[in-house]
């Protein structure tokens, strides 16, 4: 069983930056793609970004685009999301999320594991 906990969430000002952790433990992680999704107060849960763990192929949303970087450690078995350009907009609880194939996806019932999530307040 897949375990992910995330940190590093917190407030930042707007233009400012912040940097997610997601740490992975359980089973050998080289077939998995993992990815980072958020919910905004009031909204449903959205596509952030994505990873495939062995090639390290990625795919963001529109919104995030050219201000978020995904990138993963192998040997610590993390997954990391740096924020920067930072707006109000971000704003919301951030969940990392991995799934038993190793291609990215952007659908959440596409993952098979969820952390807890970690929130992100981005004042103007």
């Known amino acids: 069983q897949v375990q992910l906990v995330e940190s590093g969430g917190g407030l930042a000002q707007a233009g400012g930056s912040l940097r997610l952790s997601c740490a992975a433990s359980?089973?050998?992680?080289?077939?998995?793609?993992m990815g980072w999704f958020r919910r905004a107060p009031g909204k449903e849960r959205e596509f952030v970004a994505a990873i495939n763990w062995r090639t390290g192929t990625v795919e963001y949303s529109d919104s995030v685009k050219d201000r978020f970087t995904i990138s993963r450690d192998n040997a610590r078995k993390t997954m990391y999301l740096q924020m920067n350009s930072l707006k109000p907009e971000d704003t919301a609880n951030y969940y990392c999320?991995?799934?038993?194939?190793?291609?990215?996806?952007?659908?959440?019932?596409?993952?098979?594991?969820w952390g807890q999530g970690t929130q992100v307040t981005v004042s103007s």
């Open positions: 999320a991995a799934r038993r194939n190793i291609i990215v996806a952007r659908q959440e019932w596409q993952y098979d594991y």
């Open positions: 359980g089973p050998a992680f080289s077939n998995n793609a």
